[in-house]
Structure formats: C-alpha cells, structure tokens
C-alpha cells in the first residue's frame, strides 16, 4: 500500500508538474507582450504565482518523489556523463530557477520605478528573458531528455 501511494504521489505531482507547464509558458507569453503594451500587472502576477508553484513540484520530483531522480543523485558523477541526466540534474533545475529568478527580479524593480516608461521596460526584459528560459529548459519531444507535450496518468 505505501509503495502504490508513493507511486501515485509521483505519478500526481509529475503530471500536474508537465500540464502546470503550460499556464506557466503561456502567461510569460501574455506577461511579456502586456509589459510591451503598458498594459498592467495583473498577468504578470499569474506568472509569478504559476512559476513558484512549479518550483514546489519540481523540487518535491527532484529531492522527495521522482525514483530517476533519486537514482541520478545517487551516481551523480556517472550522471555527468550521460546527457540526459546532466539535463535533468543539473541544466533543467538550473535554467527553471532562472526563470524563476528574472520573473521575480522584474517584479521588484517595477515596483521600485516611478516612471511608468521604465517600470513598462524593466517588466517587459525581465518577463522576456524568463519566457526564453522556460521555452530553452522545457524537455520538449525530439530532444534527447525530450517527453511527451501532453502526460497523462
């Protein structure tokens, strides 16, 4: 029985981390065109709140769920060697937490900025480079670490 649930937690939170994916890329598209309209904040808001929870599940995938992801952490030097698992330890973590970074950055120093023309600039190239950064790090098909655009249960 623990063995079951601890399957489902992990086929749950992988799921909900591949669909979450999609919100997350669609509001860095909307977030960066709003900030090159002047429009205001409010996706931007959503980009943020979509890419910190996608953080949650890909650190309990990374540190708590994922069996891959135990094994790679157990033979982490091999791992550098293999290219699919240096994307999935090291590159993919690494340019989400970018992502995740430039987004938040671009919120405080919008926040700072008096000048609308500035705050609109700060908005728009911080949302950007998240948005690359996402697209760059998603494991999409066709790519060696490549899954499925849609995972089901």
């Known amino acids: 029985m623990i063995v079951v649930t601890s399957v489902a937690m992990y086929t749950t939170i992988l799921v909900l981390h591949s669909w979450l994916r999609w ?8 977030a960066t065109l709003a900030a090159a309209r002047g429009k205001t904040d409010r996706v931007g808001t959503i980009l943020v709140s979509t890419l910190d ?18 094994e790679i952490r157990a033979h982490f030097g091999e791992s550098m060697k293999d290219p699919v698992a240096r994307f999935w330890a090291v590159e993919h973590i690494t340019t989400m937490f970018g992502a995740v970074i430039a987004a938040h950055v671009g ?15 700060k908005l ?5 480079i ?6 760059l790090a998603v494991p999409w098909p066709g790519m060696r670490a490549g899954r499925p655009l849609f995972r089901g249960f």
Request: net charge positive.
């Open 53 to 70: 929870l996608q953080v949650l599940l890909g650190l309990l995938l990374y540190f708590v769920v994922s069996p891959n992801m135990a």
């Open 130 to 135: 998240a948005t690359v950064l996402m697209i």
């Open 23 to 30: 919100l997350a890329l669609g509001a860095g598209l909307a």
């Open 107 to 121: 919120r405080v120093l919008a926040r700072r900025t008096a000048d609308p023309n500035a705050r609109r600039m």
């Open 124 to 128: 728009f190239i911080c949302y950007g």
